[in-house]
């Protein structure tokens, strides 16, 4: 098992490039079953999860060859139809193959992802709106059962709760469904948006992209013609590295990104006291030396992400006074806090919100990372501690940052990969 070594209190300066998006190369890399044609997939980010779903497609017939951000594949194949518990439970979103399998083959199996770190996460939602297409669905022995024999059918449908990958499965079942579907209560992230968009370029007929109201046209069953893709800049990755230059009081050019999928985040920043410089595709971010405590509540975009949640409580260490950042999508995403703490962090929670108090003189410490976003937030504490901080169990960090010590080492930081 690898672990992360950094030895804080470096000033940084530099630029990076941000890579693609993982929440959306992945719902695209999926959307691929219902494809009929080989398909190329540029700015595809190189990291676990990516890989862990090429794997599952090749599992199950797909061909597949990934190099240089660069994803060939073919489905045409494609002749298995099960998703196995040893895949799925290493990565949720293995679920998104859900709704394309049964599209394609009337009939699938996937494993149930179980809960997860930051907590139960069900995939209810995923499976009436399937039902409600006529799919009949049990589960056995761990597995979701889904048949479909006929065909999914075009429907009404208005989901309970905003969700993510499950916008994107039923989506995805509509593509291929026979007739109309239309689908309330979406989730809008751009992730979302992108795998519309593709949709509409392989020839369904998509209205309301972006919005929380969706027109889909099924094409009956027909596997449909699809474009060559590039996958939107990772937004979250991107407001990763301007926590880097915030925490670290230095300036930090990020290029390659897209600063309206960002605008919830950059506002946090300028309530902190940052300056930023914004641009078509980048963003600087500029030393402040008096950062000012931040009010933060999680929601569904264009709200602030929980996916940077645990940057900002992390952030807020060294702010001076009292920063509040409440949760609201996941039930259990603090699990930072008490890492956080080891490092000298005064954060105390109560139910879904952390009061964070701020400035804290933070020195290294051994800390455990929990999940992808936590394990950031330590990195960035670590990055301001004095002395060496050690983040273990980093196979959460590979599932989703791309080159991280490449990318921190080019702007100055001292970090090693160390074999525990
Ligand atoms: C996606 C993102 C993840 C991000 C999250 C919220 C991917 C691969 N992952 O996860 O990084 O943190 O969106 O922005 O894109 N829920 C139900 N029943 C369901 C589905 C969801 O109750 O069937 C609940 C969840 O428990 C959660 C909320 O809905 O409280 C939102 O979850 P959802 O948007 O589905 O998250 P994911 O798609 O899993």
Known sequence: MYSLEIEGGCSLFGEIDISGSKNSALPLIASTILAKNKICISNVPDVADIKTLIRLLTMLGGEASFSENTLYIDTSNLSKTKAVYDIVRTMRASILVLAPLLARFGYC???????????????????????????????????????????????????????????????????????????????????????????????????????????IVG????????PDIEVIPDRIEAGTYLCVGAITNSEITINRVNPNHLSSVLEKFQEMGFRLDTQTNSITIFPNYNIQPVQIVTAEYPLFPTDMQAQFVALAT????????????????????????????????????????????LNGADVMATDLRASSALVLAGLVARGKTKVHRIYHLDRGYEKLEEKLTALGAKVRRVQN
Request: aromatic share 4%; hydrophobic share 35%; proline share 3%.
């Open 109 to 215: 199996e996937v494993s149930l992802p179980g809960g997860c770190a930051i907590g139960s996460r069900p995939v209810d939602l995923h499976l009436k709106a399937l039902q409600k297409m006529g799919a009949e669905i049990t589960i056995e022995e761990g597995y979701i059962k889904a048949k479909a024999p006929k065909g999914l059918l075009g429907t009404e449908i208005t989901f309970k709760k905003k969700t993510v990958t499950g916008t994107e499965n039923i989506v995805m079942a509509a593509s291929l469904a026979q007739g109309t579907t239309i689908l309330k209560n979406c989730a809008t992230e751009p992730e979302v948006m992108q795998l519309c968009e593709v949709l509409q370029s392989a020839g369904v007929e998509i209205e309301g992209i972006g919005t929380e109201t969706l027109k």
């Open 219 to 226: 094409s009956c069953g027909k596997l449909l013609n699809f």
């Open 318 to 361: 060294q702010a001076n006074g009292i920063s509040q950042v409440e949760e609201r999508l996941f039930e259990n995403r603090f699990m930072h806090v008490n890492e956080l703490q080891r490092l000298g962090a005064k954060i105390e929670i109560e139910k879904n919100r952390v009061y964070i108090y701020g400035k804290s003189n």
